[in-house]
């Protein structure tokens, strides 16, 4: 080994080092959040908090999963929103008509997903920017007409009625509220875990780098239209997972979930709580639900009061809460360290 | 270089964030600290195309409200209603829903949802146990399906089969009179639209097995354009044309029809006309048109109904709408068996909402029932008339039998696999 190798050796091992670090950092930080989320009922009889929770994970990872295609990749889609539906509609239609245990529902439904993802990323992800983000639009329009049309199947745009069955399994009944709050809440803190590491991967970076230049990213050997593909099918899953949640949490499937605006929504999220930072979408969904719960407490007019929020952060800040926050302390570090 | 403070927020910015933090979480439980009251929890459409249909909602049910509250309340409470928008979107609805109850304490529901959102809050319903009355939902299904069924929630509306039952019934009587045989229809092409024209059709040619539909148009909910459906309807040239287009899609069609004179050219049967929301909308408003009442305060010509059409236009300055007459049923209802229960538990309250009877101004006979096998509406004012240009818009409508409605509903439960 001569002596240039074996420094590039020290550092590959300082930064794999670097990397399990991170990795054992994360899934601590993860099992705290856990703990403290799954011992909340414990401390408060709050229904209402409990609900919060269960919608904050269900907007969650979909907003979350959202981000992993804007954010990392630079893939703005604009018809994200289908995959939420899509999840809904499988687990509910899955319980409903066959009913199978929770856990193969789910199983399920992501695979269902993951073919259907495959096929319309297959056609979406050649495409670039506008063209990207219209193509996913007019694919989302096409599920949700096909919801609405499919009455037979679908219950159209009466959604589906008669409520999900929810039949223990492992000693878990999420009809139990209690239980489903600890259940949405496992499923998003393994949700975000799984996403940080996707994020934090080789895979991850490699995503940066299409966002930053996809034609060096194509010279350095990366096959970009796989990698962009596979990050596609990726987000799908957790977007469907969050609809999963948000079915279970309703009790039912309706049109609305696979709707524009809840694309729409998650596209807000994303400005609200900022796309540079991992965390950036979870706050922006505590964020809006708060604003959104707070808001129609007190009027019908919250679209006036959410588009001066918007305007605020679009021009005010011109970026993401967290995204804010996080430059601010680094400003004040560096101002703090004389630089 | 020296730091005079440490980067980072203030102990002082701290408190006041975990002050503040405090008074959010706090704010909801310092609302439910009232007592003596009873509070009633409404999630209805107070935003989106269809606001003013959930804002006539709102108003017959404080209008009705405060009349009760004047006579000394519910058994002895006063009723405080905690009224919110859902936005017309069923997750909203739900959640709405849940946090009426959950936290702001409401013991009762009166769900002002159409559609979807009248299905997420019955599983609300269902899931909490709350009395529940749905107001707005025509969907048959939510009451007649035995799926949907449970004992704490009741549906003060009326039907889509009830109307077509007696609209079909009423076409073939008018179209044997004039010989219409040739019928085109034109619908909004949902649900709604979709299952009311099917109904309607089936219903048609069974009072009158002679008619034919030559022509079907089915146009986007919301359309703006309707020139090629009209073009098309009279290039089909029809005897006679069927819609259950509604609210703003009516008003516009209405408009852009009459361009072409296609209300001269042709018998036209549009169920949802009679209701003040199209009919003061609609800029030259054709005589003749065949309509289903929703509401209209000439039908049933009694002083109660026209009584309350003007106390209600009176305060609000408009006339009510189809969703008002429902909700203020709905409120009548719930004041009379918290009367006859004398309390106002709500399991003790459906116990008796069950076959109910109570005096009403919008009853065929005075009088309407929830009736007990299915827990939803019947023996309201129902029935068919044509349109004249000014007030009263209808100034004749011939009132449906509810004992054929009976007699095919039952026939039509029966074909759904219901009982």
Not at chain 1, 130 to 144: K, P, R, W
Not at chain 2, 102 to 126: K, P
Not at chain 2, 313 to 325: D, F, I, R
Request: charge should be positive; glycine fraction near 10%; proline fraction near 4%.
């Amino acid at each position: 080994m001569t002596e240039l190798e074996a420094g590039r050796a020290e550092t590959l091992a300082s930064v794999r080092g670097g990397a399990a670090f991170q990795r054992y950092r994360d899934v601590l930080i993860a099992v705290i959040a856990f703990a403290v989320l799954a011992s909340l009922p414990l401390f408060t009889g709050s229904k209402a908090l409990l609900d919060f929770v269960i919608r904050c994970s269900a907007y969650g990872l979909f907003a979350t999963s959202l981000n992993l295609l804007v954010g990392y990749t630079g893939l703005t889609s604009f018809g994200h929103g289908m995959f939420f539906g899509l999840g809904a509609y499988s687990f509910g239609l899955i319980m409903q008509k066959l009913g199978l245990p929770i856990p193969v529902a789910f199983v399920a439904t992501l695979a269902i997903t993951a073919v259907i993802a495959a096929v319309i990323g297959a056609i979406c992800v050649r495409l670039k920017e506008i063209y990207f983000a219209f193509v996913t639009l007019a694919f989302q329009m096409l599920i949700h007409s096909t919801i609405l049309s499919w009455a037979s199947f679908t219950g159209g745009d009466q959604g589906l009625r008669g409520g999900i069955p929810r039949p223990a399994f492992l000693g878990i009944n999420l009809a139990n509220h209690v239980h489903l709050y600890i259940a949405s809440c496992a499923l998003l803190v393994l949700g975000l875990l799984a996403m940080r590491q996707i994020a934090q991967s080789p895979f991850g970076y490699t995503l940066r780098m299409i966002r930053d230049n996809a034609a060096r990213a194509s010279f350095l050997g990366i096959d970009v239209w796989r990698a962009k593909l596979t990050v596609f099918v990726l987000a799908a899953l957790f977007a469907s997972m969050g609809g999963m949640v948000m079915a279970l949490f309703v009790s039912g499937a309706y049109p609305e979930f696979a709707y524009w605006t809840i694309s729409g929504e998650g596209i807000f999220i994303n400005m609200l709580g900022g796309v540079s930072t991992f965390l950036g979408p979870m706050v922006g969904t505590v964020l809006l639900l708060l604003l959104n719960d707070t808001v129609t407490r007190f009027t019908e007019y919250h679209g006036i009061v959410l588009g001066v929020v918007i305007l605020f952060f679009a021009l005010g800040l011109r970026k993401g809460l967290l995204d804010f926050v996080a430059e601010w302390f680094s400003h004040r570090r560096d101002a703090g360290e004389g630089r | 270089m020296t730091r005079t403070r440490t980067p980072g927020i203030s102990r002082r910015s701290t408190l006041a964030l975990m002050g503040a933090g405090a008074m959010s979480v706090a704010a909801p439980w310092v609302a439910r600290a009232q007592a003596k009251t009873i509070k009633v929890g409404m999630p209805t459409i107070l935003s989106g195309r269809v606001a003013q249909l959930g804002t006539s909602s709102r108003n017959a049910v404080m209008l009705e409200v405060e009349k009760v509250n004047a006579a000394g309340g519910l058994a002895g409470r006063q009723i405080e209603m905690v009224i919110r928008d859902s936005k017309g979107q069923p997750q909203e609805a739900a959640r709405v829903a849940r946090e009426l109850v959950n936290t702001d304490g409401c013991e009762w529901l009166i769900d002002g949802e159409a559609s979807s959102g009248s299905f997420a809050v019955h599983e609300v319903a269902r899931d909490l146990g709350v009395l529940c009355v749905h107001t707005c939902s025509e969907a048959s299904s939510l009451t007649a399906d035995p799926k949907q069924h449970i004992p704490n929630a009741f549906r003060c509306v009326r039907q889509g089969i009830h109307d077509s039952i007696v609209g079909g019934s009423y076409a073939a009587s008018i179209s044997k009179a004039k010989g219409l045989k040739k019928w085109a229809t034109c619908s909004p092409d949902y649900a709604y639209g979709r299952d009311t024209t099917g109904e309607f059709t089936l219903y048609l040619k069974r009072f009158a097995p002679d008619v034919e539909v030559i022509s079907e148009s089915w146009p986007k909910l919301f359309q703006p354009d309707y020139t090629e459906v009209v073009t098309k309807i009279l290039q089909a040239k029809p005897q006679a044309l069927y819609s259950c287009l509604w609210g703003g899609d009516l008003t516009s069609y209405i408009d852009q029809a009459n361009i072409y004179a296609m209300f001269s050219q042709m018998e036209v049967f549009a169920v949802n006309m009679a209701d003040y929301t199209a009919l003061t909308v609609v800029k030259n408003l054709p005589k003749g048109i065949h309509s289903g009442n929703r509401y209209i305060k000439t039908f049933p010509t009694t002083p109660e109904n026209a009584a309350w059409g003007d106390a209600y236009k009176a305060k609000y300055n408009e006339y009510p709408t189809n969703w008002s007459w429902q909700n203020a049923t709905a409120v009548m209802f719930l004041t009379e068996a918290a009367k006859k229960a004398n309390s106002t538990d709500g399991k003790k309250i459906a116990e008796v909402l069950k076959g109910l009877t109570i005096k009403c101004p919008f009853g065929a006979d005075g009088t309407v029932t929830m009736r007990g096998d299915d827990h939803t509406l019947v023996g309201y004012a129902i029935g068919w008339g044509t349109t004249i240009p000014q007030e009263p818009y209808v100034p004749e409508v011939k009132a449906g039998d509810w004992k054929t409605i009976f007699e095919l509903e039952a026939e039509w439960k029966k074909s759904k696999g219901y009982i």
